[in-house]
């Protein structure tokens, strides 16, 4: 199914005139992610891969951990969001034929870019903390089950401060990495544990970087409202000069 969607995207194009009659995959380059997403969409947990493991360490004091293959491979599956997002911009209006006309029109790109930025122009702080909150559980989510592993084997009282086998205290991690407040209170010591909390920086800082963004706009006055403040600071001026 995967590759149809492509091969029939492809032939939309070229009924538009956006591609070559002769363009194929290959040449438009979109076979490479084609076949990613067929890969992605291919990883799921098996039950033949039941109770398989693999060892690591931890880096925080080298100890001695095991990873279970299907809860790396559920966290790979949480990747798929990416298709119900794409699913959600190709079911707005910024994405409609009459969209990629006026775009065609004015000479620039219809595609998921134009319609983040339009959607983010539209509504600023609704596009930031629904990105937002998504965000959350899914890096919690994986923070869980690269942290799990500790309190497999060691004593869980020695542990409790770090317990990131609740969920909460994962989703905790998060929201502090996001809000690059970084108490302290709970960090990572595996390796895939930091991967994980690296994304999630880059994924805060951006986040932060559009929630400034959000609140500029949503503070900035309009055209009518800059008039009608200048005018009530001229009629304040005149009361004062009165008295």
């Not at 929201?175 to 805060?204: M, Q």
């Amino acid at each position: 199914m995967t590759g149809i969607r492509y091969v029939l995207r492809l032939e939309f194009k070229k009924k538009r005139n956006v591609m070559p009659n002769k363009a194929t995959l290959y040449s438009t380059g979109e076979v490479k992610y084609m076949i990613a997403e067929c890969i992605l969409v291919f990883i799921h947990p098996s039950p033949f891969l039941y109770q398989i493991k693999f060892d690591a360490i931890t880096l925080y004091d080298y100890s001695d951990i095991f990873y279970y293959v299907n809860d790396i491979l559920n966290m790979i599956l949480f990747l798929r969001i990416f298709i119900i997002l794409r699913v959600v911009l190709l079911n707005t209006y910024w994405y409609t034929n009459r969209a990629q006309r006026l775009c065609e029109m004015y000479d620039c790109e219809s595609g998921y870019i134009f319609t983040i930025k339009c959607m983010m122009k539209e509504s600023p702080a609704r596009f930031v903390f629904v990105g937002l909150f998504i965000s959350i559980p899914i890096f919690g989510y994986w923070i869980r089950v690269a942290e799990r592993p500790i309190i497999r084997t060691v004593d869980r009282k020695e542990e409790l401060s770090f317990d990131f086998d609740s969920y909460f205290n994962s989703m905790w991690n998060v929201i502090i990495t996001i809000s690059t407040v970084g108490y302290g209170d709970y960090f990572v010591k595996t390796l895939i544990g930091r991967i994980v909390i690296f994304f999630c920086s880059i994924w805060g800082s951006f986040i932060v970087s559009l929630m400034v963004v959000a609140m500029t706009n949503i503070l900035e006055m309009s055209f009518l409202e800059q008039k009608a403040y200048h005018v009530l600071k001229r009629l304040r001026a005149r009361d004062k000069m009165r008295k």
